[in-house]
């Protein structure tokens, strides 16, 4: 048997220090586009992905911050310095 973290990561891989939450490095991808106020089908198209799967991506992200929704998620994203306060949609 594996020995398994609290929330769920590698014991062995060190999480990102400014990443509290156990992001993954896509989820990370995906919550800096929707900072920046990118709907599910521009995240699909940025990152070669179908908008069920950004969607996806989004739910998780919303589910470990634990947050009701997207502008809640850029906030917290913000505030510990996942993504630069000044994105912008482009």
């Given at each position: 048997?594996?020995?398994?973290?609290?929330?769920?990561?590698?014991?062995?891989?060190?999480?990102?220090?400014?990443?509290?939450?156990?992001?993954?490095?896509?989820?990370?991808?995906?919550?800096?586009?929707?900072?920046?106020?990118?709907?599910?089908?521009e995240?699909?198209?940025?990152?070669?992905?179908?908008?069920?799967?950004?969607?996806?991506?989004?739910?998780?992200?919303?589910?470990k911050?634990?947050v009701?929704?997207?502008?809640?998620?850029?906030?917290?994203?913000?505030?510990?310095?996942?993504?630069?306060?000044?994105?912008?949609?482009?």
């Amino acid at each position: 048997r594996l020995p398994v973290s609290p929330n769920g990561s590698d014991p062995g891989v060190p999480e990102p220090a400014g990443n509290p939450f156990g992001l993954t490095d896509r989820e990370v991808e995906v919550l800096r586009l929707v900072a920046a106020g990118c709907t599910n089908r521009e995240i699909g198209e940025r990152l070669f992905m179908s908008p069920k799967t950004a969607s996806v991506h989004v739910s998780a992200i919303l589910g470990k911050l634990d947050v009701p929704g997207r502008l809640d998620a850029a906030l917290i994203a913000q505030q510990v310095g996942l993504v630069d306060a000044t994105a912008a949609r482009g």
